[in-house]
């Protein structure tokens, strides 16, 4: 299995018995971690984290890496898009270059990896794919990151249907440290009243990997307490900048609605 390591990469190999696989621990970090998991699990299962430096926003590395995991391993039955992430700032002060760094590391980057390993092994092998996105589908601070997550959502069918392999998408409402105030904020507004953790999103990332979804593709799996049902995280601050209604009986009625004088008769 080829992960980007991170903290709910991490959550997926303390699964790994369950789905027997050995791991691919790819980003800056992923040397120390891989030695950490490996000491920690090595008497519970054979299989291996190997450490892989990448840059997924290089076409070129990510192929490299897709090489040398098949002259590692052999095969590659499973891509996890586990990595990316975004820098806080509200949207009229992200300047272009900010914006598309992060399309490229959780867009572009999400399609090389596909795409690398679809050409290398998946095309004639079939296989599994997972691309671990953010929920915010009723929007949510920060443009760059809405809109590079949101554009994973549809290629993901379409390469479920065009390459004709189980593709799912995982939008994920967690409590990461980049979002902690912020989704304190906001518990209060998930109908879970509170935020998921990474202990729920490997689960659910292991069950679409597994026999169990064998019939299932092209889906978006929200591990969100129900939060993209109900609300959106964005607080709107107070402000006159929508258009007034034409003015009538039914303006007059909406004025004396908000202007709190008026008294429901039920
Ligand atoms: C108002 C509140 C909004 C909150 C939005 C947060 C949403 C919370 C989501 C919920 C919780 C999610 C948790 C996670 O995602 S866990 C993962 C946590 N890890 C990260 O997020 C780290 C991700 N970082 C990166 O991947 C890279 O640093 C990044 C792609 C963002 C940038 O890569 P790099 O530094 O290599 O980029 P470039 O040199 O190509 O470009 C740099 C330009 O990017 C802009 N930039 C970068 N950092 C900032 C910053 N802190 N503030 C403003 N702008 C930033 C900037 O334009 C840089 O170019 P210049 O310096 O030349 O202007
Ligand atoms: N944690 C959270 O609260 C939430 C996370 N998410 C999203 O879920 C996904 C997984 O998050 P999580 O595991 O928590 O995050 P982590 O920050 O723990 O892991 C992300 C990993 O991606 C790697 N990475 C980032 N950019 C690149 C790149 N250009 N090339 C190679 N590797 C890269 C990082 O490498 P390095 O080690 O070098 O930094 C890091 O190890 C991300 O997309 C994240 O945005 C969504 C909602 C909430």
């Known amino acids: 299995m080829a992960v980007r390591y991170g903290l709910l990469a991490a959550g997926l190999f303390r699964r790994r018995v369950a789905i027997a696989a050995d791991l691919l621990a790819l980003g800056g970090h992923g ?4 030695e950490e998991l490996n000491n920690t699990f090595s008497s519970m299962s054979p299989a291996k984290v190997t450490p892989i430096q990448c840059n997924i926003r290089n076409e070129d590395e990510v192929e490299a890496l897709v090489k040398s995991t098949l002259s590692l391993y052999g095969n590659i039955d499973f891509l996890v898009n586990g990595g ?3 820098f806080a700032s509200p949207s009229e002060a992200i300047r272009g270059k900010g914006c598309n760094a992060v399309i490229d590391a959780n867009l572009t980057g999400t399609f090389y990896c596909c795409k690398a390993v679809y050409n290398a092994w998946m095309k004639e092998h079939g296989g599994v794919i997972v691309n ?4 915010l589908r009723n929007g949510f601070s920060g443009m760059h990151s809405e809109a590079a ?3 994973v959502n549809n290629p993901t069918k379409t390469l479920a249907l065009e390459w004709g392999l189980v593709f799912s998408e995982t939008a994920v409402a967690n409590y990461g440290e980049q979002g902690t105030m912020m989704w304190l904020k906001i518990i209060p507004q998930i109908p879970a009243k509170r935020s998921a953790v990474p202990e729920e999103i490997s689960p659910a990332v292991c ?3 597994s026999p169990a979804a064998s019939c299932i593709t092209g889906i978006t799996l929200a591990v969100d307490g129900g939060q993209s049902l109900y609300s959106s995280p964005l607080e709107i601050p107070d402000h006159n900048r929508w258009l007034s209604p034409r003015e009538g009986k039914n303006s007059e009625m909406l004025r004396k609605l908000l202007s709190g004088k008026f008294k429901p008769k039920l």
Do not use: D, N, S, Y
């Not at 040397?31 to 891989?34: F, V």
């Not at 671990?132 to 929920?135: G, K, L, M, R, S």
């Open 31 to 34: 040397e120390a971690a891989a």
């Open 84 to 86: 990316g992430g975004q």
């Open 132 to 135: 671990i996105t953010v929920a």
């Open 149 to 151: 997550r949101a554009a």
């Open 207 to 209: 069950f679409v990997l």
